[in-house]
């Protein structure tokens, strides 16, 4: 859809002997752009417009269809058990436990031996 603030800023750069050869053009663009909104509800339509004041369509791209909203291979359709305050973070203190037993902090090679680990305020 052709804005009006568009057609208007075109209208200032065209010369004025061209501007029935434009209207023309925009009347017929719009009749292509609800032809192809109906076929394509989703996609990229962009346009350009010559000295002579043609519209010429430069980007054509057609969306994907939407997916259907299945979410059931993704999560189980079981409701969820409240849990107690505590015990959410009691079960993951061994997970995280398992992801960082391997990890060990060394210095930066590039850091001098003398550099202190922590900037105190003062």
């Known amino acids: 859809m052709l804005t009006r603030a ?7 750069r065209l010369p ?4 029935p050869i434009f209207f023309w053009e925009v009347a017929a663009f719009e009749r292509y752009y609800r032809a192809y909104r109906a076929a394509n509800p989703v996609g990229v ?3 350009g ?6 519209i010429v369509i430069r980007l054509q791209e057609a969306g994907d269809a ?5 979410w059931t291979d993704l999560a189980p359709r079981a409701p969820w058990t409240r849990l107690a305050p505590d015990e959410g ?8 436990a398992d992801l960082f037993a391997g990890l060990t902090l060394t210095p930066r ?4 031996a003398s550099a202190p680990a922590l900037l105190e305020p003062g």
Do not use: F, H, K, S
């Open 109 to 112: 090679p590039e850091a001098p």
């Open 6 to 12: 568009w057609i208007l800023d075109i209208l200032t």
């Open 45 to 47: 339509l962009g346009v």
């Open 49 to 54: 417009v010559t000295p002579q004041g043609r």
């Open 89 to 96: 973070m009691a079960g993951l203190a061994p997970v995280c």
């Open 66 to 70: 939407p997916a259907p909203a299945d």
């Open 16 to 19: 004025l002997w061209y501007w």
